[in-house]
C-alpha cells in the first residue's frame, strides 16, 4: 500500500510543478524548455527529488537549475496546498543525466548507420559471384572426389621422387 502511495504523490508533485514552471514561474532565467522527466519520492516521503531535462547548452541548464532552487519556496508551497498532506515533501532539482546518456547513445547508433556499408550492394556483389569462380577456388571444400584423387596422387608422387 505504501508504493502506491510513493507512486500517487510523486505523481501530484510531477503534475503541479511542471504547472509551476510553465504557467508560474516568471523568471527569465528559467528555459522555456524546460521539461519534468520524472519524480522520485524518497520512503518516507520527505524529500521529492525533480528531475528536469532542460533542452539548452549547459550555461542555461545551470541558470535555470539556480532560478527553480531560488523559487523552491513558492513551488514547495504550490505542492503542500495541492498534497493536502500533514507535511509536504521537500523538493530538489536536479537535471536529468539519463536522458542525456539516451540521446548520446541514439547518436552513436545513428553515425554508425551511415558509416556501415550499404548491406544492400554487399549483398548484391555477394549473389553476381558465377559458378565458375566458385569451380576454380582452390579453397573451395567442395571439390569432387576425382580432383582430390588426383590432387593424393600428385602429393604421393612429390613426396616419393
Known amino acids: 500500500m505504501r508504493g502506491y502511495r ?17 504557467r508560474r514561474i516568471n523568471d527569465p532565467r528559467v528555459s522555456p524548455l524546460t521539461t519534468v522527466t520524472r519524480v522520485q519520492i524518497s520512503g518516507d516521503l520527505t524529500i521529492a527529488t525533480v528531475y528536469l531535462s532542460i533542452l539548452e547548452d549547459p550555461a542555461v541548464e545551470r541558470r535555470t537549475i539556480t532560478a527553480l532552487r531560488h523559487a523552491g519556496g513558492f513551488i514547495q508551497r504550490m505542492v503542500a496546498k495541492g498534497l493536502d498532506m500533514r507535511q509536504c515533501p521537500e523538493l530538489r532539482f536536479e537535471v536529468d ?4 546518456k539516451v540521446k548520446h547513445t541514439l547518436q ?14 554487399v ?3 555477394a549473389a553476381a559471384v558465377t559458378d565458375a569462380e566458385v569451380e576454380s577456388d582452390p579453397a573451395d571444400p567442395e571439390l ?9 596422387l ?3 608422387e612429390e613426396r616419393d621422387g
Not at 108 to 121: G, S, T, Y
Open 6 to 22: 510513493k507512486e500517487r504523490v510523486a505523481s501530484l508533485v510531477h503534475e503541479i510543478v511542471s504547472e509551476a514552471i510553465l
Open 108 to 121: 552513436l547508433l545513428n553515425e554508425n548507420r551511415r558509416n556501415l556499408p550499404d548491406l544492400a550492394a
Open 154 to 156: 600428385d602429393d604421393a
Open 123 to 125: 549483398e548484391e556483389g
Open 144 to 152: 569432387d572426389e576425382a580432383q582430390l584423387d588426383d590432387a593424393e
Open 97 to 100: 543525466e539519463q536522458l542525456k
